[in-house]
């Protein structure tokens, strides 16, 4: 299988998690989010469907790009592959537990523990694929800038 048939598996697969995710987040977004109280910072609406789907095509990327390597570093790719089907589990499991439980406090320790293996993802892919790394970065970015707001969302509205 060629680098770009590889590419456009990972980039449909976390495409396809990121279109789940927002079917969850869909009627809590219209109905219960607006009843929050929010942080001066926090986005308009209309900032996360392209931010998250821009992020999820350059994890697609990112993986496809390791994927790549299999055939030269067999075993590294298949750990940095394992951490990133769980950290996109976790991106999955986040938008379940923030919009799907209305749970901003679960969902605000689940965000900790998604950090850490999105983090550990972006050395792994590093090590194997420097571009790979470097796609990982505004995710991390975000990741972060998103575990400020959900805590402080829980925050405002214990």
Not at 11 to 25: D, E, F, P, Q
Not at 34 to 60: C, D, E, H, Q, R
Not at 112 to 138: H, N, Q, R, S, V
Request: aromatic letters at 18%.
């Amino acid at each position: 299988m060629n680098k770009y048939v590889k590419i456009l598996i990972f980039v449909l697969t976390c495409v396809a998690i990121g279109y789940i995710s927002g079917m969850v987040t869909r009627s809590s977004v219209l109905t219960w989010f607006p009843t929050l109280i929010k942080p001066s910072f926090n986005p308009p609406s209309w900032v996360f469907a392209p931010v998250w789907s821009t992020l999820y095509i350059m994890m697609g990327i990112a993986a496809g790009l390791v994927w790549n390597r299999i055939d030269f570093e067999r075993e590294a790719v298949r750990k940095a592959l394992n951490f990133f089907v769980i950290q996109l589990g976790l991106n999955a499991l986040w938008s379940l537990l923030f919009f799907g439980l209305r749970n901003p406090m679960l969902a605000g320790i689940e965000i900790i523990l998604l950090w850490l293996m999105i983090y550990e993802t972006y050395i792994k892919f590093g090590k194997i694929d420097k571009i790979a790394g470097y796609l990982f970065i505004p995710y991390l970015l975000w990741v972060s800038f998103a575990s400020v707001l959900n805590i402080s969302i829980w925050w405002l509205n214990r």
